[in-house]
């Protein structure tokens, strides 16, 4: 019988990891060293435990959470960010790398990071032949040729089952190794462009551009590349620029891009994936199916490119991707005429909301529908654009963002909606969790991110609303609204000549604005009466009156109030536009509207703490009562 110590020595042997190389570095996961050329760097603890765990899992998102259970369980919220922000930065520090310009850690926002380099990991060495073992010396080749069979044979039959589970389900890409087939691109950024309508109708344009932004909104789920967002894909609808060009300009790695055509109860879709740089198709696949299946053809195209990729998608969003419903045909149609009213402008919220409630009135347990009703609604009373009462729109804005996440909690723009809400019952906890809970199911919606970002900017968080802002601008970088909201952050934040260098480039009144606040009167009524040309809206009249009376104009200022006054007799006006207008002229006056933009709910009464004009007013009992009432976190 063979001697115990010879599967002593084969069971109590221990595996070496090999060292893991990427670039000039090398990390030995046992010693838990960290080399470059040879050299050993400074680097321990917490910031190697993080590198070790991006490298078990390279391209992938490790996330936030997963961290805090391996390496600081148990640590508070506060001390587990301050370590993980610490340990990063070090490594970052030790790399030689950016946070803005990666090259080894990638941040996700809201999720964690990704280890982007490539890696050169050593084989292993192969396990010792049986002679390499110990073995009692008086053991009889009958007994040593059958430990050889009994050793072996196991290892040979678990070989073969891990090369077939390897090929049949091509877990990390493997089956593509060991079939000869190359790894699966890098895709770090993704634009769908729009759809080409091949209808014989132009009529339907709404119906191509709906699908296209349904497909935006569908792709932006996946962890993984960031998703441009549509206001910046669509200059690009009917274009004759490369491929090339546009990804250029666009700065993505691949692009999606097909046709649509819509023949009475039939759809037809033709889409394709292509690589930019080497420019090559992915990808391709033709649709012929019910219209009442739309949703289950944009749900299909998702998750083929999403595989495509191997991309990671939460459990929530795989659900969703795997059981599309059917949507009556008539619903469908009237949510994406709806869905055409908010994203074209000028925008028609009233014709939103109407084609919204004829959607649920065909189909009660329409969860986009009622998510668009919710937007529709809070555009509508909208002080900048909207001509309906607050206290009017906004409870029927949070009943249907309410609906909509009950019947669909995947659904990242419904929990947007809801969020928004919350924020103008000024609900900051329940508002704050609604928007972390969109970004995790949508990294890419960059409207979500803009929304997060006024958020954080109403509450003074400053520094993470500019972030979140400039976020944004990298999903929509040819959308000038994503200029404007951080400029218009900057300005809440103080930074006066940042947030003119981002208003000057767009077409908004913030422009003038920013002077005021850098005390440039002159400059701030010039560039408000270049505005002007846009239209006598309230809040061009409000914030004239604004600059004049902060300029020593006061006749000037008061004839404009005077009309603004006028104007209020047949439409809604915001109290906080008189707020404004009465802040260089009657402190009085300025407490009186701003409370009564209090009582009415007005949406801009959450700026109340950060706005720069209010600093005059925060010694004032009247205005601190206010703000105790409006329940900001400390």
């Not at 206001?231 to 666009?250: F, R, T, W």
């Not at 609604?434 to 199911?441: D, F, G």
Request: proline residues 5%; hydrophobic residues 40%.
């Amino acid at each position: 019988m063979l001697h115990s110590s010879a599967f002593v020595a084969i069971e109590g042997r221990q595996d070496v990891q090999a060292p893991i190389r990427f670039d000039p570095f090398e990390v030995s996961p046992d010693s838990g060293e960290l080399r470059r050329n040879g050299v050993r760097l400074k680097l321990s603890g917490q910031a190697i435990q993080v590198l070790l765990n991006l490298l078990e899992r390279p391209g992938q998102v490790v996330g936030r959470d997963e961290l805090q259970k391996q390496l600081w369980q148990g640590a508070s919220f506060g001390d587990f960010e301050h370590g993980l922000n610490a340990a990063v930065n070090r490594l970052r520090e030790v790399l030689g790398d950016s946070a803005n310009e990666p090259k080894y850690i990638e941040t996700v926002p809201r999720r964690g990071y990704r280890f982007i380099a490539t890696l050169n990991v050593e084989r292993l060495p192969s396990p010792p032949v049986l002679s390499e073992v110990a073995v009692v010396a008086e053991t009889s080749s009958v007994v040593r040729s059958r430990v050889r069979t009994m050793i072996w044979l196991p290892a040979v039959l678990a070989l073969l089952l891990t090369g077939v589970l390897l090929i049949g389900t091509n877990i990390n890409g493997w089956r593509d190794r060991l079939l000869g087939q190359g790894p699966k691109p890098r895709i770090r950024a993704l634009a769908v462009l729009p759809l080409a309508n091949l209808s014989a109708d132009p009529n339907q344009e709404y119906f191509a551009d709906a699908v296209t932004d349904a497909l935006i909104t569908e792709m932006g789920t996946a962890t993984g590349p960031r998703v441009i967002s549509r206001q910046s894909v669509m200059q690009y609808k009917n274009s004759k620029k490369s491929l090339q060009s546009i990804a250029g300009e666009l700065n993505v790695d691949a692009v999606l891009e097909g046709t649509v055509e819509r023949s009475g109860e039939r759809v037809r879709v033709t889409v394709h994936l292509d690589q930019t740089s080497p420019e090559r198709q992915l990808w391709s696949k033709k649709y012929d199916r019910d219209v009442r299946d739309l949703l289950g053809v944009q749900d299909d195209i998702a998750r083929s490119v999403n595989n495509e990729l191997q991309l990671d998608v939460s459990p929530e969003q795989h659900a969703r991707l795997s059981h599309a419903r059917v949507v009556d045909r008539e619903a469908q149609d009237a949510y994406l005429r709806g869905i055409f009213s908010l994203i074209h402008g000028p925008i028609d919220s009233q014709a939103a909301v109407d084609n919204f409630q004829h959607a649920i009135q065909i189909d009660p347990n329409y969860a986009r529908a009622y998510s668009g009703l919710a937007l529709a609604y809070l555009d509508l009373g909208a002080p900048g654009g909207g001509d309906r009462p607050p206290n009017e729109t906004l409870p029927k804005a949070k009943e249907a963002a309410r609906r909509a996440v009950e019947l669909d909690p995947s659904l990242a723009e419904a929990h947007v909606a809801l969020g928004d809400s919350f924020v103008s019952e000024w609900n900051w906890i329940e508002a704050e969790t609604e928007y972390q809970r969109a970004l995790h199911l949508n990294p890419s919606d960059a409207n979500a991110h803009v929304d997060y970002a006024q958020f954080l900017s109403a509450v003074g968080r400053h520094a993470e609303a500019l972030s979140e802002s400039k976020y944004a601008v990298e999903l929509d970088p040819y959308n000038p609204d994503r200029r404007r909201d951080l400029g218009w952050n900057a300005l809440r934040a103080r930074q006066y000549d940042f947030a003119v260098e981002q208003l000057a480039g767009v077409e908004d009144n913030g422009l003038g604005w920013a002077y005021l606040c850098k005390k440039m009167y002159p400059e701030a009524i010039a560039a408000m009466e270049r505005h002007g040309r846009y239209g006598r809206t309230p809040f061009y009249v409000a914030s004239l009156a604004t600059f004049y009376g902060r300029a020593g104009r006061r006749r000037e200022a008061l004839l404009l109030i005077a009309e603004l006054k006028r104007t209020a007799r047949h439409r809604y006006v915001s109290p906080l536009l008189f707020m404004n207008a009465y802040s260089g002229l009657d402190k009085n006056q300025t407490l009186t509207w701003l409370e009564r933009g209090y009582e009415e709910h007005d949406e801009w009464m959450v700026w109340t703490k950060v706005w720069p004009l209010n600093d005059e007013l925060r010694s004032d009992p009247r205005f601190q009562a206010l703000i105790r009432r409006m329940n900001y976190p400390q």
